[in-house]
């Protein structure tokens, strides 16, 4: 059965340094989304993507963070400039249409 | 702006038993689907159960149920003889019925405990 993957599945980085995490949805699907969860906390909205161009962000996704679809498979979330709070599980998912969105199985991010 | 209400932090359940997980939320749109996602301690996210708003019907999934009533904005999971497997963070999710975008609006989560 297809599946999202990301990676890497773990990623420690220092503050201000720029990260790119990556994503492969899956392959017919047409809308992609990135979410984080910070630890024991609920999962957050950031960004969605569909037809090549950013669809809906929310509050937390401001100008350190961009969302790009370089070619017809990788889906990727750069920050630009992380910070101490940026440490959380970054998921990736996507949805073929009116369906429930699949997730990958995250990359945890962690700034020290 | 929608949001998702899990009142329950925490649930436990002995195995083979039944359990339900509680969600209630609000929006004034008439046009939404429902989910419940699973978080096992590999922090995976699994779908469960999906439930659109237009079908008075409930969604079932083999041991998985929901109770979907609409006028009360209410929407709870129902697992039957609840296996070890089960034990993981159960979350309810919103979405609008919107062509576009379509964010998930999550709850806070439910943590369920399996007992043997």
């Known amino acids: 059965e297809p599946e999202v993957t990301q990676t890497p599945s773990h990623q420690v980085t220092q503050m201000g340094q720029e990260v790119i995490l990556r994503c492969v949805p899956i392959?017919?699907?047409?809308?992609f989304y990135w979410y984080r969860q910070i630890l024991g906390q609920k999962v957050e909205f950031l960004v969605s993507?569909?037809?090549?161009?950013?669809?809906?962000k929310s509050e937390i996704f401001d100008d350190q963070f961009s969302v790009e679809r370089p070619d017809g498979s990788n889906f990727t979330l750069k920050i630009r400039s992380t910070k101490l709070e940026d440490s959380a599980m970054y998921f990736c998912?996507?949805?073929?249409?009116?369906?429930?969105?699949?997730f990958g199985p995250g990359t945890r991010l962690t700034v020290t | 702006a929608q949001t998702v209400t899990q009142s329950q932090p925490e649930m436990s359940v002995q195995e083979a038993e039944t359990v339900t997980l509680s969600c209630t939320y609000d929006?004034?749109?008439?046009?939404?689907?429902l989910f419940w996602y699973k978080q096992p301690p590999s922090r995976q996210m699994i779908l469960v159960i999906r439930?659109?708003?237009?079908?008075?019907q409930n969604a079932t999934e083999n041991r998985f149920s929901v109770n979907f009533q609409k006028a009360a904005k209410s929407f709870s999971l129902k697992i039957s003889d609840s296996q070890l497997g089960d034990a993981a963070m159960y979350f309810c999710?919103?979405?609008?019925?919107?062509?576009?975008?379509?964010?998930?609006?999550f709850g806070a989560g439910t943590i369920l405990r399996v007992k043997s």
């Open positions: 993507f569909y037809n090549n161009e950013i669809s809906e």
């Open positions: 999710a919103y979405r609008s019925g919107r062509e576009y975008g379509n964010k998930l609006v």
């Open positions: 439930q659109e708003a237009y079908k008075q």
């Open positions: 392959s017919n699907h047409l809308y």
């Open positions: 998912a996507s949805r073929p249409g009116l369906t429930g969105q699949y």
């Open positions: 929006t004034s749109e008439s046009d939404y689907y």
